[in-house]
Structure formats: C-alpha cells, structure tokens
C-alpha cells in the first residue's frame, strides 16, 4: 500500500475561539512521491510544525498581510522539513529546511516556498530553525532594531515576554543595554525571565496587584513597549508611556479569539440583568499625542532582504549564550496540531511551541 | 478710577462638559501698568484670544503635554496681543504679538511667553497670526511635512477638514500633491471645503450614508489619516489603512468631553433594561500590525526651532492664495469665551475660532 499522507485542512470559520473536531477537517490521501516532481519543485515531510498567535487571524474573512486560509485548503504553517527528494537546486535530499508546508504530513512544494538550509551554530539544535533563528527570532530582532531601537539605560516592557518572540525580544533588549521588564501569564514563566533570561522585572498579569506593580516596574515610565498581547495592558502602557516612546505593534493575542475585537483597554465590565458587558475606554489612547508616541506596525517579511544578516546575529548571540530558548513541543503527531493551537491561546507554551510531527530519528530513510 | 481688566480663572475640573458660569469664575481687577513692569516684562492687552480643542485636556488632572490647569488659576490661551508698554528687546510699545496670555485682558508678561512680531503677507490679516500663521497653521504644516509625508498621487484623509488645523493641513496635502478627502459636520462645511478650499471629497459624517461614503471615496485605501477627532472615524480610518500608512496623531475632539474616554470606535449601543450601553471594539486596531501602520503623535512645540522657516513657507502660500482661510470670530468680548469654547465642542466653527476681546480699533491708544 502508498504511503499515506495526514492533512487538516480548514473546516469552517470559527467565531470566536477554534473548536478542535469542528473548525478542522483531518483527512489522510496517498503521500505524493518523487516521481510526481516537476523542476524546481521539493518533495518534503514535516518534523516540527510551528504554532502561531497569527493563526487565528488568517481563519477570518479579513483584509490582512496574507489573504485568509480558504474553507477546504490545507491549514497553512511554517515547517521545519526534511528534503525526500528534490529538483531544485535550492536543496537537496536529507537536507533540513524551513519551508511552508501547510498542516500536512508529506508534501510538493515549489522552491520560493522553501528556505535554503541554515547551518546551525555550535550549540544550536534543529527546532533554533523555527525558534531563535526563524521567523519569530528575526520578528523579535526586526521589531527592537528597526522600530524599537531602545538607547541603554532606556525601559522597554515586553507583554507576552515568555513566548516565542516576546523571549528573544527582551533578551535582545538586554543586550541593547535597556532595563527590560516582562509581563506573562504564570509565577512559572515569570521565574524563568528573572532566573534564566535575565529579566530586570517579571510580572504575572494575573496577579491580582498587577497594575500596581506594573506602575512601581516603570517609575522611570516606558521608552519602548512591546506590544504582543493587546487590550488592556496596551492601555496599561499607554498610561505609563515616556515621551517620544516607541510602540512595537507584533501582536494583539488577548484580542484574537474575541468576537468583538477591542482597542486598547478593557475598562467596565458591567453585570446586567444576570448578563456581563462589557464596556471599553482606551482612555490612556490619547497619550499617543500628549506623550508623542510612535506606534508602529510590522510583518517581518517586510525585511525577508536581511534575514541572512539578521539570522547571522542571532545565531552567534545563541552560541556566546546571550541568548537562551526554551521550547514547548507537543508530540504524538500532526493529529494533535488542533488542540495545541487552542492551548497556545490558552498560554500553556513556554517559548515556542511546536508539533512534532515526526522527530528526526523517526523521519523516513532516503 | 484706575482701569479694570477681566479674568477668567478655573473654578472646578468638570466632568464631561465644561459648563459656563460653573467651569469657570470671572473676575474683575485693576489692570497692571507700565509702572508695575521689571527688566524683561511687556505689558499686553489682549485683541484676539484663540480657543483651542486642547483646551478641555488642560483642564484634567492628569499628565499630558502641559501641566493642567490649577484651580483658581487664569485659564491658560493664546491671544494676538498689543504691547502698551516694553521693557524687553522682543518688541516695543505699539507692536502686535502673540503671547500667552491667558483669558485676561491685561497682563504683564515675562519676554519667554512672547513671540516676536511677524510681519504679514501683503494680503494678510491680523488674525492669521493665530491662524495659518500661528500655532494651528504651524501644527498642520510639522504633522504633514515631518509625519504625514504625502507622496504626488496618493490618498490624504483629514478629519475635522474644515477646522482650524484640518483646513490647512487639507490644503498642505493639496499643494504637496495628494488626493484630498476631508469629513466636516455640516453640509455647508463641505461646501466650503469642495468649491473653496478644493478638495476632492468632503463628507459630512452626520450623512446617515457615511460609512459608505468614506468608503467609495478611499477606493486606493487611505495612504495619510489625519486624525483630529479619534473615536469612530479614527477606526473607520484603519480599516481603510492602506499598507505602510502614516496617521498624523494631532487630536481626538469626538472624545475630550468625554466621561469615559474611548479609543478607536465605538462599536455597539446595546439597549438593556431601558438603559443604553454603549460598547466599544475598535475592531480595526489590529490594521495597524496587518497594514503596517506608523501612528505618531507629536505636539507643535517640539519644533519650535523650525518655526520661522515654516511661517515664511506658510506666509508665501497664504500670498499666492494656495491657501485659503476662514475664521469663526466671537464678538462681544471676553466674557463670551465660555460660551464659545463650548461652541468649539459643538463645532459651531468653521476655520479657526476666535474671541474678539478688544478689536484693534477700539483697543487702548497709547
């Protein structure tokens, strides 16, 4: 019998949070083979499928930087690949590569769709490909060297700072010389800023001080913020931002499940009639003009033209140690991407999160 | 009987509304003279007093820009003033200034809170000083030529278009190439704006329609915002955000009188047990990651070095009628200025708002 290829492909649009079963279709379908390549074409298998906040984005029906994944297409995803056959001189068999190769297990790409292969450095491991030295890393490097741009001495807040970009961001901030605070969802993660990144503050945002504690973490107010998270402590930050201070807008992940998407700020929350509303202000909003704020928006394929430079420092801040990763890997196969994506909303990862699809060892054999 | 001067001072911080007779307290005193000046003082008498959207924030405790306005203290304004007497080099006896007077109509001043005269253009008018020549037209030549940057071509879009900094700003866009797009709150605003100031599009946002009318008239999305009112037209605005879009932070008029301050949008107006509750999405924040924006406030005084150049600029523009100007002129005296500012909320003005506090005919001989 062929060998079989699993494929998840988007089932219907969720409104509101991704419900695994029901906003995905898994379907299995002959793996294609070398024999259907065509020149310039790769045929790839997946070793670990990168899980983004950005996902839920691109379900919906919205203009945005990608148009969104169609019902019936494959779920799409960055995957860290290895190379079964190949007619590209991009990449050659047994070679591993980053490519996009959707939520499938066995798949053809064309080569503009396929990284070259990156050599990792000393103490890199193959995951670094999706983490410190992919598209998150060059996301974290992008944001503070291009629109951040924190002066030493400067404060830059990082919400979401034990994720995948949040991490490399403020540690990156480190080595720029700032006073870097982290915001996270758990004591846990908060340790692991303080006690292995370095971090000068962590705060749990769930702590119920944390506004108060998020005030005393900035008495010099905020030169950089990073926004991964969105709502209210946007606003938050907004309410403590120093003059001329720099918004790096990566992120909105307490707004991308929500059916009724916010500005900045959460601020009423008003109990009628058994129903909770809740009302919004954003009134920090006009600290853009008082306090003369930047905020800027990036995709970090606006810089595609300098990820080797980029990738180049992040992988030697990697191997002197100035830069440490930790990652989340859920295993047992691409059938558990749903269910993970849903966790990664929930903040269950610490650093990236990944799906094993196949680990190397098992990968098939040339 | 030596003569009086009437103030105007703050008498409580109102919530919401400025409310005249309660907001403020007027006050009669004898006016200073030129025996009360030392080294470095003018004695003024106020002709033209500005009245400003900011206004309303200076009355807030809360850190902005400027510190707020104490309690009791002389509301704060700018005025074209007539120096009765000088012991500064800045001007002399008989010249016409602009200083910061505050809501008085004589004070003594130290030489820092004076300009120095400007000569008008050969059709200028003594209020163009405060107007396309003064802080307003300077707000909308900085926010543009440092923020906006229209390139020949593409699309401007200013809000509050026929105010006092919209109007100039719309008119810059022009000169500078731009497709121009201005929304205004009456008809007979957008009138003004299409036949006289020639504009492509002006639309009234109390059109019923006029959702989607700001969409057919962004058909190329929006390259430049310029936002002068925040809230709802500020969120219609990112969801028409073409990518790398420059939004020109310069005031959110919609939301100064505010309870509860929002940020972008208003969204939903829930009626619940007869009481309405309004909530808010700002469903369209997230254009500014997706489209790339760069959102920048600035205030006029941090380029307070490039004045003079930008004044011979505008004068120049003013003399060949590249720009155009009105002016909303309240009569009667300074004791109006309550009403007035109230009026400014209401945008009972077109162009730049003004309180005639003494015409220079009948102002003091010296």
């Known amino acids: 019998m062929a060998r079989q290829s699993l494929q998840i492909e988007l089932a219907e649009r969720p409104v509101g949070d991704i419900v695994p079963g029901k906003t995905f279709r898994q379907r299995t379908l002959p793996a294609p083979t070398p024999s259907d390549l065509q020149d310039g074409q790769l045929l790839l298998e997946g070793l670990y499928l990168s899980l983004d906040p950005a996902m839920r984005a691109w379900l919906d029906d919205r203009r945005s930087y990608v148009p969104p994944v169609q019902i019936g297409e494959v779920m799409r995803g960055n995957t860290i690949c290895r190379v079964l056959a190949s007619k590209s001189s991009k990449a050659k068999a047994g070679d591993t590569v980053v490519a996009m190769l959707g939520w499938r297990e066995v798949g053809v790409l064309p080569e503009s769709m396929v990284e070259p292969p990156f050599p990792l450095p000393q103490n890199g491991r193959i995951t670094d490909l999706m983490g410190v030295l992919g598209l998150t890393g060059l996301t974290a490097y992008f944001g503070l060297v291009k629109i951040g741009e924190p002066k030493p001495g400067e404060t830059v807040v990082v919400s979401g700072a034990a994720g995948a970009t949040g991490s490399v961001a403020a540690q990156i901030a480190k080595i720029m010389g700032a006073r870097v605070v982290g915001t996270a969802g758990s004591d846990e993660k908060c340790k692991w800023l303080r006690e292995e990144l370095g971090l000068d503050v962590a705060l749990n945002y769930k702590d119920p001080e944390f506004r108060q504690k998020f005030k005393e973490a900035t008495p010099k107010y905020i030169d950089v913020y990073w926004d991964n998270v969105g ?6 930050a907004l309410g403590r931002a120093n003059k001329f201070a720099r918004f790096v807008m990566c992120g909105g992940i307490s707004q991308y499940n929500a059916e009724t998407k916010q500005g900045p700020k959460v601020c009423t929350t008003i109990k009628e009639g058994g129903r909770v509303l809740t009302g919004m202000c954003g009134q920090n ?38 830069i440490k990763r930790r990652e989340t890997v859920v295993k047992g196969g691409l059938k558990n991407a749903e269910e993970a994506l849903v966790q990664l909303y929930k903040g269950s990862n610490i650093g990236k999160m990944l799906v094993e699809v196949k680990s190397p060892e098992e990968a098939s054999k040339l």
Chains 1, 2 share one sequence.
């Open 285 to 322: 909003f006009f600290s853009v003009i008082s306090q003369r704020i930047k905020m800027q928006g990036f995709i970090v394929f606006d810089y595609a033209d300098e990820y080797p430079a980029a990738r180049k420092q992040l992988a030697q801040w990697l191997s002197e140690g100035k």
């Open 231 to 236: 709502g209210e402590q946007l606003d938050m």
